[in-house]
């Protein structure tokens, strides 16, 4: 398997308030993807690149009354520029979906007819300071704020205040917000009590309110003192956790378990290697990222010269095919008897709630069905 995993890791910096919620899924997570220093090496999903765009467009709304063909107009224009972009704008829109799509630009519906002041000319103006203690109303999108009482900081989407001292802050998921029994996921809200928590530290306000617009909805929270001192102890439990400036053993913060399915720090990470085979073995499992890493036995021509199909053992002894790989993803002096690991693969089979044995990159009937992001690594020495 490609690369060490990373011994000891430290937080240098506040935590962020968009990553807080990690801490309940694997505080190892949390902290790489807040350190500059861990580069990941699997890309974010198309679906996450979509998030940032939708972002993007809110921030750039100008007022009028025709808010929901602006948002439909802009994400076009951000994923079919005319321009030079177009080449690597074309294989995230033919990636994501339609209906994909069209739920995303829900969202961005959703929040921006939510906004009762909305900014004048958007991110491209020159940022001006916040009235921060006074109760001037305003509106302001990527509002950047930060405490050193709580050693947090964070984005904030979006941040207004009425002449009558409220303020509300909107944030936008490009995915789900609640979970299955339509409660909001606990992650999303500890990133709004984050996100109360430096609005009250920061700000004059005579109350709070905290909005989070997803593919499924709009949840309102109001942030009275009973949520912010709950967002106050959990992050004294966090700095418990991930003291500043210590080392910490990564392998004592890993935790395995769904929020594996979108960490991009997966390929070095050795829990999660030591931990997904089992789970490909475990009858009752749920499905698992797509991912596959072994001994390559055989490399052949698949059903075009460009692509090739590639069989490996993985180290529970079964044989699994990864089809449809173009070539060029292959090193040129590669053999059968290397390492591969490949990440973010598709698979074709109908039953995804079980471990699939046939894996693919491209498809050539439904390219937008292809694995656009997958990665996959290649080691000569022969150990798994
Ligand atoms: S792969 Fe899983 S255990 Fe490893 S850092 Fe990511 S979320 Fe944590």
Known sequence: MPNEDWGEVERTRPFWASKVG???ICPLRLLLEQEPAYDPEIPSSPLAVLGSILHEVVA??????DVEEAVETAI??????????RATAVPLYETVSPSEL??????????ATNLTVRTKSGARRRPRPLPLRNSDPFARSNVWLNSTEHDLCGSLDHLERTQEGLLTVSEAKTGRIRDTEGQLKGEHFAQLLSYGLLVQANMHAESIVLRLCGIDGTEVVRFDDVFAENARSALQHLQTLLPRNVQLKSSELATCGTGCYRCSYRNRCADYRAWAPRRWTDPESGHLPLDCWGIMEKVEADSEPWLAR????????HLASITHVPRRLLPLNVQTGCLIAAFNLRSFERRSSKRPANFAVASLRRTYESAHD???FFEKNNSV
């Open 102 to 111: 069209a739920a995303r630009v829900g969202v961005a519906k959703r929040l």
């Open 374 to 376: 997958a990665v996959l």
């Open 76 to 85: 076009s224009a951000k994923l079919i520029p005319s321009d030079a972009t």
């Open 60 to 65: 750039e709304l100008v007022p009028g009354n």
């Open 22 to 24: 990690l801490a309940r």
């Open 310 to 317: 590639i069989y490996v053992r993985d180290p529970t002894g």
